[in-house]
């Protein structure tokens, strides 16, 4: 059985960075492409990055050049780590299985880890 856990979010000021981990279990991790998707207050899901078995990146536009994406296999674990950061990236952070055009058809809501960016 599929399982995400997601941490490292947090309060932090407008140009300030974070570090989100997803530990995952259930699946053989090394082979899947993994996403990062958000969810701002009263907005639907919104996808923000992913990353392929090869370890190759993809970003939506919002956050290309601020936020990267990696993964550790050894460890099962995804990683995004989120520099000058804006109050719109303010949301809960899910991970899941999946790239940009498939992660829909597999998510499964999580607990999440709420980012807040705010002065």
Same mark, same amino acid.
């Given at each position: 059985q599929v399982h995400l856990v997601e %941490?490292?979010?947090?309060?932090?000021? *407008?140009?300030?960075?974070?570090?989100?981990?997803?530990?995952?279990? $259930?699946?053989?991790?090394?082979?899947?492409?993994?996403?990062?998707? =958000?969810?701002?207050? #009263?907005? $639907?899901? +919104?996808?923000?990055?992913?990353? /392929?078995?090869?370890? +190759?990146?993809?970003?939506?536009?919002?956050?290309?050049? =601020?936020? @990267?994406?990696? =993964?550790d296999n050894t460890k099962n674990t995804?990683?995004?780590?989120? /520099? %000058?950061?804006? *109050? +719109?990236? @303010?949301?809960?952070?899910?991970?899941? +299985?999946?790239?940009?055009? @498939?992660?829909?058809?597999?998510?499964? =809501? #999580?607990? #999440? @880890?709420?980012?807040?960016?705010?002065?």
């Amino acid at each position: 059985q599929v399982h995400l856990v997601e %941490s490292g979010g947090g309060l932090v000021q *407008p140009g300030g960075s974070l570090r989100l981990s997803c530990a995952a279990s $259930g699946f053989t991790f090394s082979i899947a492409g993994m996403s990062w998707v =958000r969810q701002a207050p #009263g907005k $639907g899901l +919104e996808w923000v990055s992913a990353i /392929n078995d090869l370890g +190759e990146p993809d970003y939506a536009d919002s956050v290309k050049g =601020r936020f @990267t994406i990696s =993964r550790d296999n050894t460890k099962n674990t995804l990683y995004l780590q989120m /520099n %000058s950061l804006k *109050p +719109e990236d @303010t949301a809960v952070y899910y991970c899941s +299985e999946g790239s940009r055009y @498939t992660y829909d058809r597999v998510f499964r =809501r #999580g607990q #999440g @880890t709420q980012v807040t960016v705010s002065s």
